[in-house]
């Protein structure tokens, strides 16, 4: 069984910086694609950035040249460093992980969109203030 756990979350001033950190366990596919969504309060879930096999790792507009993912393939951990974070930033952030065997994921792709990734995990809240 798949399980996700996010943590590192908080609460920070305009400016700020936090790194999530997303501990996966039963899951083996060390190459495929692995991502941090977000949901702002009373929005939808939107993609941040996703991470895989020998792929450069992509983002959305909103988070680049502040965010950065990366992924320590040993020990199976995603991490999501936040610099020069935003009130827009406030959000749950979620660690989210493709099946390759899924029909349309196959091998992994490279993708923020929610409904290619097929684990997830509860979340972490991450507060940012003016």
């Known amino acids: 069984q798949v399980q996700l756990v996010e943590s590192g979350g908080g609460s920070v001033q305009t400016g700020g910086s936090l790194r999530l950190s997303c501990t996966a366990s039963g899951y083996t596919y060390k190459n495929t694609y692995m991502g941090w969504f977000r949901q702002p309060p009373g929005q939808g879930r939107e993609g941040v950035a996703a991470i895989g096999g020998t792929d450069a790792p992509v983002y959305d507009n909103s988070v680049k040249g502040r965010f950065t993912i990366s992924k320590d393939k040993a020990d199976n951990i995603l991490y999501l460093q936040m610099n020069d974070l935003k009130p827009d930033d406030t959000a749950v952030y979620f660690c989210?992980?493709?099946?390759?065997?899924?029909?349309?994921?196959?091998?992994?792709?490279?993708?923020?969109?929610?409904?290619?990734?097929?684990?997830w995990g509860q979340g972490t809240q991450v507060t940012v203030s003016s």
């Open positions: 989210a992980a493709q099946d390759p065997s899924t029909p349309g994921t196959v091998g992994g792709v490279r993708t923020l969109a929610t409904d290619a990734y097929s684990w």
